[in-house]
Every structure is written in C-alpha cells, then in structure tokens.
C-alpha cells in the first residue's frame, strides 16, 4: 500500500510538471479576471475545445475564421531613447487576423464594438461560421475572447487552448501578420 | 486504483516528457540565429564573440513554471578576469535584460536574478574581459507571457513598501574571503504591458534603472536594468570585504525615485541575517 501511496505521488509530481491540462481548472462563471498567463481549463460553455491537428484538418476542409488575440508589445515610457526596443514580428497561423485587446475580462465599448464588427464583417454575418481564436499557451485571453464571440451569438466557435506555441510545436507553419488595430496608448 | 492504470499514467507523464525534450525544428533553429545576429549588431556592432564555455556559464530552467520570475544564474570560472555580463533574452521585446558590471570589491564567480521571459527564447550571457574581449554562452528557455503577468493584486497595494531592500549574508562572514549576498528590493517593476487586476487598465511602466552596491566606497557591482527585471528584484552577487564596514546600495528607478540602504557586514561570530 505504501508502494502504491508512492507510486501515485510521484505520478502526481511527474504530471504536475508537464502540461497544464492536468490542472483540471473549472471555468468561471463570467469572465476570467485574474492572471492572464495561468492554468486554464479544457472546456469553454458555448463553444469547442480543438487541438492542433484537428484545426489543421479544419483549416483544409472548412475555412475557419482564424483569431489570434495575443498581446502587442507597447515600448515602456520612462525607457531611455537609446535603450535596445526590438519586438519580434509577430507569428501567427497562416491567415489569421491579429486582433489585440478583445481578451480582457473587461473591455471598452469601443473594443466590444470593434470585435463584434470585425467577426461581422469577415463572416459576412453568417452565425454558422466556424471560428477559431487562439492565443498563447496557458493564456486567458482566447478563452475570454471565446467567450465574447460565442456571447455575440456565433455557434461554432472553437478556442485553441495551446495557442501559437502548441501549433509550432506540432511542426505547422506560421506567417508574420500586422495587428488589426493599434493597441490603446 | 489499479496497479495497471497507474503504470498507464505512468507511461503517458513520461511520453508527454520526451515530447517537451524534442528538439526544435530547423526553421526555428535558424530564426534564433537570425534574431542573436542581429541583436549582436545592435548591442556589440562590429565587436567579435567569442565562444564563452570555457569563461562563463548560464543556468536557465528548460521549461520555466512562471515565466514572470525565471531564475537565471551565470557563474564565472576565473579562466579570465570578467568585467561586465550581458544578459540578453532574445525575443523579449526590450532584449537587453540587464547589465551587470563588477568593481573592485567584487566577486565575479555568481550572478543570480530573476527575469521575465515572454516567449520561447535563446538567452545569451555575454560576459566582457578586463582586456574588452566578448565571450557568450546561452540556453534555450520555454516560457511564455511573463511581460504581461501581473505584479500583484493591484497597484496600491504593489506600491506599498516601495523601495524597501533587505540583504542576506550567509552564516559564515570571514574578511577578505568573497562573501555571496542576496539582495532583495521592494519594487513592482512595472513594464507598462500589465493590466490592473481591479481597475482593468494598462498599469504605466514604472521599474528600476540602476542598482548601484558599494562596499566602504568601493565598487561591487552596478546593474542597469530594464523591465525584464521580475517584480521584487533578488540579485545575488559576491563581494570580497577586506574590512569591517558597510555595504551600500542605492536603487534609481524611471520615475526619479531614489533608494538607499547601508547594510553592517561583519565576521561571522557577531552576524547572521541582517535585516
């Protein structure tokens, strides 16, 4: 018995240090509010969890609305003019629509109406569309951003819960994209 | 629970391990290198690099569980006198995460801090000879979003303390052997890129600039830092003290503030932690 207490404890260590879906969080009732870069759950109300191959197939066979909603970088007032500022480009999966901002637990209402138009505009209004929004690995703002779009009324939304570093680690291609919108000052 | 299910958890932890083992692809190989090259042009320009290994060493975590606080630690082996190190995380937005240079108090051979890493990054160390020659070394980290990750609850109660530091020495003080000391400061370090959690709004950027430590006027160690710094700076360091006497720290930050601390290091039998 005390093998077997042993055993399981280091099974629960060995799984605690890999992937954050051992982490069984719930979801919450609203929004999420607390860290943005934390353990996240495996379900989203309303909408579909998928993977990596899964959105590959997905992206071959049905044209998904594609939306990464990571953060821009926004260089620090009070940073010497000198001081090195070099964001990366930033990745995303090929086509997507970088859309910052939208993840918040709360949001402007010029964002709100900025995100509920822009998923207007590119699914032409059909609610059937599939939608897929990402950003990065245990990071809340796809899954808040989720949440809005299946709030807006849209019935096939997918979240992407290993975002951009899940998709590379699968060995699938990326592409340099420009955000949507400039960040708030 | 059956003996057999837990060797199928077993089995499947191990699996999920080797998974985060494999090495990057090659693109992303070549990406890294592309990105060092030309972080080397901006920092160093046209001065060569060397190879580092048999100067210094970076210890970094593979995978870190908090990517707001990675610990990262250089040591140097003494193969070659060692002026200033350059820590670089590569795909940070701001790269150059700190400069540590040493004086003549100090004792090169261990530089711990703690940093925010935002992305799947190369770190490079870069350590700088008394004689103006680079060498570097570097690790390759998994972390992801530390540059957004709060501070703390909100920013009243991160501001509070401000500036306060405290300074760990470890039981056993004997003058003119190097000594390794902890140093920790108050400070939220904010990078402008956090997010209140009560208010919702962007938290101003608001972080330390410069450490400056002295030991009875001599130099230790000065550090320009940037907002990679993790909230609540710890820095360890060495520093040789031939006297009884005081080590001084003055902290400036981007906001004007200035902040200083004198700590009394003396032989062992009559210190421990001094708070």
């Not at chain 1, 990402?134 to 779009?149: P, Q, V």
Request: charged share 25%.
């Amino acid at each position: 018995m005390n093998f077997m207490k042993c055993l399981l404890c280091s099974l629960w260590l060995l799984l605690s240090f890999s992937q954050s879906q051992a982490e069984n969080v719930p979801e919450p009732e609203g929004f999420w509010s607390g860290p943005v870069n934390s353990a996240v759950p495996d379900t989203i109300r309303g909408g579909k969890i998928i993977h990596a191959r899964e959105l590959s197939d997905l992206i071959a066979s049905e044209d998904p609305l594609l939306i990464d909603v990571s953060n821009m970088p926004k260089r620090p007032e009070g940073m010497p003019a000198d001081a090195l500022w070099l964001p990366l480009p930033h990745e995303a999966i090929p086509g997507a629509l970088w859309i910052p901002e939208v993840g918040g637990a709360t949001v402007s209402g010029d964002i709100d109406e900025l995100f509920a138009s822009q998923l207007a505009q590119e699914t032409a209004g059909d609610l059937d569309r599939p939608i897929v929004i990402y950003c990065h690995e245990r990071c809340w703002l796809s899954w808040n951003a989720a949440k809005r779009a299946i709030g807006y009324g849209y019935r096939n939304v997918h979240w992407f819960p290993e975002g951009i570093e899940g998709w590379r680690a699968a060995g699938f291609e990326t592409d340099t994209v420009s955000p949507r919108r400039p960040p708030e000052p | 629970m059956g003996m057999k299910y837990a060797l199928t958890l077993l089995v499947a932890a191990l699996a999920s391990g080797a998974a985060i083992a494999q090495a990057p692809p090659e693109d992303e190989q070549a990406q890294r290198a592309e990105r060092w090259q030309q972080l080397k042009q901006a920092i160093f320009k046209e001065r060569s690099i060397e190879n580092g290994e048999d100067i210094l060493g970076l210890e970094a975590p593979p995978r870190a569980l908090d990517a707001a606080l990675v610990p990262l630690t250089v040591r140097t082996s003494g193969a070659k006198p060692v002026e200033r190190i350059y820590l670089i995380i590569d795909n940070n937005p701001g790269p150059l995460a700190g400069k540590f240079t040493f004086g003549e108090a100090a004792d090169p051979s261990v530089l711990k801090v703690r940093m925010r890493v935002n992305t799947y990054t190369d770190i490079h160390a870069v350590a700088e000879s008394e004689d103006g020659k680079l060498y570097s070394v570097q690790k390759f980290v998994k972390a992801a979003g530390g540059c957004s990750a709060p501070a703390g609850s909100n920013d009243a109660k991160a501001l509070q303390d401000l500036g306060q530091m405290r300074l760990r020495l470890p039981p056993e003080v004997v003058l003119g052997k190097p000594v390794r000391a902890q140093l920790m400061i108050r400070h939220p370090n904010f990078n402008g890129m956090q997010m209140d959690q009560i208010t919702r709004h962007y938290t101003p950027a608001h972080f330390i600039k410069t450490i400056d430590v002295t030991f009875e006027g001599k130099s230790v160690l000065n550090v320009e830092s940037d907002i990679a710094l993790s909230t609540d700076p710890v820095i360890t360091f060495g520093f040789i003290p031939r006297t009884e006497g005081k080590l001084k720290v003055v902290v400036n930050d981007s906001k004007g503030n200035r902040f200083e601390r004198s700590f009394d290091v003396a032989p062992s039998e009559r210190m421990s932690d001094v708070r």
